[in-house]
Nanobody, 124 residues
Framework: QVQLVESGGGLVQAGGSLRLSCAAS????????MGWFRQAPGKEREFVAA????????YYADSVKGRFTIARDNAKNTVYLQMNSLKLEDTAVYYC?????????????????WGQGTQVTVSS
């Protein structure tokens, strides 16, 4: 069983920055594709970013490209999401997820393990 625990969420003003972390209790973490998704109130969950097992390949939603950066440290079993230039519309619960095979993907159905989420609120 893989456990994913997100941290780093909070309240930030528009234009500010936050860094989310996701710690995994997975023996084979370094072989998983990791992704970040988010869900705003009243909206469906949406893809944010994904990173390959090696970190060589990344993939971003158009809405966050150039503002967010996904990274991983396989020695620490941790994936990060650096969020800069935050906007009001970035307000959501952010989830990390693990995909045990294949390549980076925006399809949440291909991710097997999910964290509980961390709230990010951007204020004006």
């Amino acid at each position: 069983q893989v456990q994913l625990v997100e941290s780093g969420g909070g309240l930030v003003q528009a234009g500010g920055s936050l860094r989310l972390s996701c710690a995994a209790s997975a023996r084979f973490f370094s072989s998983y594709v990791m992704g970040w998704f988010r869900q705003a109130p009243g909206k469906e969950r949406e893809f944010v970013a994904a990173i390959s097992w090696s970190g060589d390949s990344t993939y971003y939603a158009d809405s966050v490209k150039g503002r967010f950066t996904i990274a991983r440290d396989n020695a620490k079993n941790t994936v990060y999401l650096q969020m800069n230039s935050l906007k009001l519309e970035d307000t959501a619960v952010y989830y990390c997820a693990a995909k045990i095979s294949g390549s980076v993907s925006a399809d949440d159905a291909t991710y097997r393990y999910w964290g509980q989420g961390t709230q990010v609120t951007v204020s004006s």
